[in-house]
């Protein structure tokens, strides 16, 4: 039985892409599981600039940002360690995460060093 949780990644596109390697390589070898500590690794990033064709219309992207569905993840660790990470220009870092049977991705931020949800508000959690 799986449990999926949808995630995308947004960093400084010069500055923190190495950085963005190093969450992968833990989210593939390190991360808990949810209701399962013991085991290790729950998926892996894929950037999308790689493929640019996956976005729509006539440009290319300019954003930096990489995608991953994660099974069995534990959730509050993955937001624990984004927000842990050193990242070089943590205001322009943001990670969208949707955990199964959500109707919505949240959007956590790096703000006054710590790691904070944006949306939807926490009041929008009660209601699902």
């Given at each position: ?30 991360a808990p599981r949810q209701g399962q500590p ?91």
């Amino acid at each position: 039985m799986s449990w999926v949780t949808n995630i995308l990644l947004s960093v400084d596109i010069t500055e923190d892409s190495a950085l963005v390697h190093e969450f992968d390589r833990w989210l593939r070898t390190l991360a808990p599981r949810q209701g399962q500590p013991e085991v290790k690794g729950v998926g892996s990033l894929r950037s999308l600039q790689d493929s640019p064709e996956s976005w729509g219309g006539v440009k290319y992207p300019e954003a930096l940002l990489w995608a991953g569905v994660l099974n069995k993840a534990d959730v509050a660790a993955v937001v624990q360690r984004f927000g842990t990470t050193d990242w070089r220009v943590p205001h322009l870092v943001q990670l969208l995460i949707q955990d199964q049977e959500q109707g919505a991705f949240r959007l956590w931020m790096i703000r006054d060093g710590g790691v904070c949800q944006y949306a939807p508000l926490p009041d929008f959690d009660a209601d699902e």
